[in-house]
């Protein structure tokens, strides 16, 4: 299980991932699962995973290399894809692709599905993010509900459904979606530190920050426990039920 998000407001893009993967009780490691391509000031394309290791690593790497495009018959990737849009659709075909592969080697209680949240921006063009399934279709975030997410999303969408929104500050933003981070990590521990972030303003090809958020982090783990203190005193605030 992983937890990743991505949030779309005015001032531009922020994605987050977690980085554990679980194979059971006693084999749980770390691994990247956001990727960044380009962020050199003409292409910025960042790619966060949830789901099966083996399918998103077959998918990232045919993508990276070049598919042959059903649609136009060419051969393409996400390096020389002219817009997000496209780098989105060539990802949710390469990702299509090695699962239909996969498949044909399934066995019992083995799951090959993967989901990608796929965000930035080529030539300057305005900043987007999109969901792309397993299937090879995709989802357009928009200003009605300023994030996505994949992996375990039931724990921290409360928080970011209460309190973000699209005019929400890019700052402010990422540390909503830390404490959605901190809600689903205190509720699944498939879920874990270290947290993987990239953030961009609006129409800009290259990050204003990557960063990765470790157990020693400060600001985390102050952030955690503040928003442990609050929720106890907002709980003790609110008056008692009434019925007897």
Known sequence: MTY??????????AMLADTRTNA????????RKLRIFGNDGQRLI????????STTQTAMERATLGI?????????????????????????????????EMEGLKQEDVNFDATL?????????????????????FI?????????????????????????TYDTELDEAVKIALISFSSTMRSNLAVGLPIDMVKARSGQCRAELIYRIDDHDDYY????????????AAQASIPRPPYR
């Open 68 to 100: 042959l495009a059903p649609d136009t018959g060419e051969t393409e990737s996400i390096q020389t894809a002219p817009s997000i849009h496209r780098a989105a659709y060539l990802l949710g075909q390469a990702l299509r692709f090695t699962r239909d």
């Open 117 to 137: 949240l796929v965000g930035g921006s080529v030539g300057g063009e305005p900043t987007r993010l999109f969901l792309v399934y397993g299937a090879g279709n």
């Open 140 to 164: 357009e975030c928009g200003q009605d509900s300023p994030y996505l997410q994949i992996g375990e999303v039931k724990y921290g969408k409360p928080i970011l459904d209460r309190a973000l």
């Open 46 to 53: 960042a790619v966060a995973s949830a789901g099966s290791l």
């Open 24 to 31: 059971g009780v006693d084999n749980i490691s770390t691994y």
């Open 221 to 232: 783990r102050e952030l955690n426990d503040r928003w442990s203190d609050a929720l106890r």
């Open 4 to 13: 990743c998000v991505g949030l779309l407001v005015k001032d531009g893009l």
